[in-house]
């Protein structure tokens, strides 16, 4: 009952925290779930932008939200309710289904997540909030891609909301989450397709993209984390809407477009630039062979480009101190060798390897062998998106006088994720609608057959280092079919729905079996090594804002288990920026461990010490305030 019970109030509280939006976008005569998300986090935006602005708490953003909502109401009861989109009832079923399949493999937070939960922690607990305050470090600069912690401050708005713990928020707002994000890849499929078969084709393969072929959940689990809200949710959304408003330019989906990028920029500003590129390549594209709809395009672009663009301007000064933009020869260095086996060439001149592309498994490869079909839909808007998203992002991707520069200026870490974006969900769901067209129903056993084969060659590569990949030469038959449908731009091909949703279903069905088969705890998210005793120690006898010092694992565990700040993590969670310094940090608790120099955490400003000891032998000559059987924690006199 416990669980039910947190999983009412975290339904209740995103529902609560969104509503603002919702009226908002209902004022402005915009009615779907995409619309409620932007003008939900673009309402938390503003909000939190004066919390910082005058250094006030969460409670300010609550009464400002409530306020916007109280203003836009009028409004919004004046405008009469626009029919909402075909089948989203039925989506959204799949998707709460979904959800709660999810809760049961939350299983632990772990990676990013602990970074992620630590702001959390801060925000809601820290009564003079300004930028600077959700830090890892008490003498640290802002991260490059969490600069301004919107995203962080939507699951504090929840977790204040629901009365819920944060760690709780972060590990099972997903299930809340998943309905979101499959009617959102929905509407974004219906915004580019206008019908319902295809729609939801797009949407159940980006389920099987993400969800499934990596088992126990995939990246689902981690909804709640900004990487991944932002790539399965904020990025169709901001795509929704934009082919909206090219079908029917209007001030309300223009600034409901405009919003979402923006919100996408906040949340992580490099996939705002990835979203970019293929609704730039689908632009052109489209004009090349129709010649028209240059002014809603301009628009629907301008309304991408212009909000995300100038949050990014106001970015510049905290990039430019981030040690991976615009490398010297030893970070480039570095950084090649940590992801060499998703590259080609040499350290100076580099391009992504084919590979990568159909890593993500079966369906990955599906949809890049459906790619050369959309030459016999050449006219229609879902091909022009393919083929032109997909050349564009192959282009810079596997040419390397692009690639290289390109990695330059948005980090290697980054640049290689923009293969994630190729259009796989509706290259797939066009691509099997033209299948059936040509082959008529012998399309559905020739798509079971083919998801068999597909899951059983290429299950997925998932781990954090690209091993085996997808078949290269799956990639080369996209590009050749792109380019070849670039070509040829002249054929319409008609759509045959009830068998083209079977042979898709059937094509999908494997990865999905496959996803379930595998349904349990990622044994990935190791439970924290923090006991309770000093959890609860932390959090009760250490005044929240103070420093403490321990070693780099136990650091990046406490400042997810208390709103506390460290001096010490993982370089690998933290940005490396001049201000934080993570690898000098690192050397200077090494020099702390192997000579108990307490000048060292003093002039970091802590007032704490944590030995593990368990796997350290330090043993300061100072009072001890805890001791359990794993842990001791010392004062440190200032």
């Not at 590129?277 to 480009?305: H, K, M, N, Y």
């Not at 870490?413 to 969900?425: D, I, K, T, V």
């Not at 059937?506 to 006991?531: H, K, Q």
């Amino acid at each position: 009952m416990s669980s039910v019970f947190l999983l009412l109030r975290l339904a209740a509280a995103t529902a609560l925290v969104l509503a603002p939006g919702a009226i908002l976008a209902r004022a402005v005569g915009v009615r779907s779930t995409s619309a409620t998300v932007a003008w939900g986090l673009g309402v938390i935006f503003g909000a939190m932008g004066v919390v910082f602005l005058v250094h006030a708490s969460l409670t300010l953003a609550l009464v400002l939200l409530l306020v916007t909502a109280l203003c836009a109401a009028p409004f919004a009861l004046r405008r009469p309710a626009a029919p909402p989109i075909p089948g989203r009832v039925f989506v959204w079923g799949a998707g709460v289904v979904l959800g709660l399949l999810l809760w049961h493999v939350a299983g632990e937070i772990g990676g990013d997540g602990i970074f992620h939960l630590a702001r959390v922690q801060k925000l809601v607990e820290f009564g003079d909030l300004s930028l600077s305050s959700v830090n890892e470090f008490a003498d640290g600069g802002l991260h490059p891609g969490y600069a301004f912690p919107l995203w962080h401050a939507f699951l504090a708005l929840v977790a204040t909301v629901s009365f819920a713990d944060p760690s709780e928020v972060v590990l099972h707002e997903p299930t809340v989450l998943a309905p979101l994000a499959v009617l959102v890849a929905y509407e974004a499929g219906y915004a580019l397709f206008r019908r319902v078969t295809p729609a939801a084709t797009a949407a159940a393969a980006t389920v099987a993209l993400v969800a499934m072929a990596p088992g126990h959940g995939g990246a689902y689990t981690a909804l709640a984390l900004p990487a991944t809200a932002s790539r399965q949710i904020l990025v169709p959304v901001a795509l929704a809407l934009a082919l909206s408003a090219m079908r029917t330019p209007s001030k309300g989906l223009l600034s409901s477009a405009g919003l979402a990028s923006l919100a996408l920029a906040v949340v992580h500003p490099t996939y705002a630039i990835f979203l970019w590129i293929p609704f730039g390549g689908f632009l052109l594209v489209r004009f090349v062979w129709r010649q028209d709809g240059v002014r809603s395009g301009a628009l629907a672009l301008g309304a991408l480009l212009v909000p995300s663009g100038l949050f990014l301007i106001w970015l510049v000064p905290v990039i430019r101190s981030t040690e991976s933009v615009s490398p010297d020869a030893a970070e480039r260095m570095r950084a090649f060798r940590q992801y060499a086996g998703q590259l080609n060439g040499s350290v100076d001149h580099f391009s992504l390897a084919p590979q990568v592309f159909g890593r993500s498994g079966a369906v990955a490869v599906a949809a890049l062998l459906l790619i050369p079909m959309t030459a016999l839909a050449a006219r229609r808007r879902w091909a022009a998106y393919v083929v032109g998203g997909s050349l564009a992002i192959f282009a810079i991707t596997l040419v390397p006088w692009l690639f290289t520069p390109f990695a330059d200026i948005v980090s290697l870490s980054q640049a290689r994720r923009l293969a994630g974006f190729l259009p796989f969900a509706f290259a797939l769901a066009g691509g099997m609608g033209v299948l059936v067209a040509l082959v008529g129903r012998i399309a559905v056993p020739l798509a079971f057959g083919a998801g068999i084969v597909l899951q059983w060659l290429y299950p997925g590569d998932f781990g954090y280092t690209v091993e085996q990949g997808g078949p290269a030469w799956a990639t080369w038959i996209a590009v050749a079919g792109a380019l070849v449908a670039l070509v040829v731009g002249i054929v319409r091909s008609r759509s045959v729905g009830t068998t083209a949703a079977l042979a898709s279903a059937l094509v999908l069905l494997p990865t999905f079996v496959a996803g379930l088969t595998d349904w349990s705890p990622s044994p990935e998210r190791r439970a924290s090594p923090l006991t309770p005793g000093l959890v609860t120690f932390l959090r009760e006898g250490v005044p929240a804002g103070d420093v403490v010092y321990s070693d780099l694992e136990s650091s990046y565990r406490i400042g997810a288990a208390a709103p506390v700040y460290v001096c010490n993590s993982p370089p690998g969670h933290v940005a490396d920026t001049k201000r934080n310094r993570p690898y000098a940090r690192r050397a200077q608790w090494r020099r702390f461990n192997r000579t108990g120099e307490l000048g060292i955490p003093k002039r970091c400003g802590a007032a704490w010490l944590v030995i593990d000891r368990d796997r350290f032998e330090t043993s300061p000559s100072l009072e001890v305030v805890y001791r359990d059987g794993r842990y001791v924690v010392y004062h440190l006199p200032q």
